[in-house]
């Protein structure tokens, strides 16, 4: 059985015209761990997770998810680049922000889509497993509802649930409650920690920082395109090194 981390990321590099996103960052997450992304806006936490998918294409840097690595300085301009990207997308899945489900289709439906269409599975099995994951996630009443007609949280809880369907290797969150209602965030951060606790290896992009003490194995703190800090919760959080850390969670553990 391999010790090698699960994913594993080295001297990524971005930039955006003359402005250069991210420098160097490299780190690695362990399968079954959760890893944190703490920073200011425009630290760079949303374009790193967005290159583990290559939504965003980074200029350098290898990142390997289990058995698939891409070098994106060798893969940059090349004809056969994006089959290679699209074998490193498949490893993992993205909740954002937002929850992007589709509007027309059932909440039930919005789980089959991907699996049945993107990965040729059978209906039945897929419909099946999806009724689990509701279930999951406390929707399972909710499989005939649309969209528009779930809440904030609930919308968040199916776009979750989506997400797992596609049975990822790596899940990533794209700051999963900032668009959310104060009294919402507790019922999707409350999913997210039992998926901690089965044994989900998860990234997760968040200001979230109750969450990030509790249930992460590793806080890493960006700060203008690089990683200043890392270690567990207690040592990045609970006592940091650095000035600009504490300076950052001053400012969000007590804004007045």
């Known amino acids: 059985m391999s010790s090698d981390p699960l994913l594993s990321v080295t001297d990524l590099r971005k930039s955006f015209g003359e402005h250069e996103v991210l420098r160097d960052i490299g780190f ?23 290159s583990l998918n290559t939504l965003e294409v980074p200029d350098a840097g290898v990142v390997r998810i289990d058995e698939v690595e891409v070098d994106f300085a060798q893969a940059r301009g090349r004809r056969d680049a994006e089959r290679d990207f699209a074998q490193l997308r498949r490893q993992s899945a993205m909740v954002f922000q937002a929850h992007h489900l589709f509007p027309h289709r059932t909440v039930l439906e919005n789980l089959t889509e991907g699996p049945i269409h993107a990965q040729g599975r059978p209906e039945d099995e897929v419909v099946t497993e ?16 649309y969209p528009s007609q779930l809440s904030g949280g609930q919308q968040q809880r199916v776009g979750i649930a989506r997400a797992l369907a596609l049975k990822p290797k790596l899940m990533l969150f794209d700051e999963p409650t900032s668009s959310l209602d104060p009294e919402l965030v507790g019922e ?27 249930v992460s194995d590793q806080v890493l703190f960006l700060d203008a395109g690089v990683i200043a800090e890392r270690g567990p919760a207690a040592q990045v959080i609970g006592d940091p090194k650095e000035p600009r850390t504490r300076q950052f969670l001053q400012r969000i553990l007590d804004p007045i």
């Open 28 to 50: 690695a997450v362990d399968s079954g761990t959760v890893t944190v992304l703490l920073g200011p806006s425009g630290s760079g936490k949303t374009t790193v997770l967005r």
């Open 130 to 145: 999806a009724r689990v994951l509701l279930e999951q996630v406390g929707l399972a009443d909710r499989a005939d509802a």
């Open 188 to 214: 999707v951060l409350g999913v997210m920690k039992d998926l901690a606790a089965e044994g989900w290896t998860m990234v997760v992009v968040t200001h979230e920082i109750r969450f990030a003490q509790h």
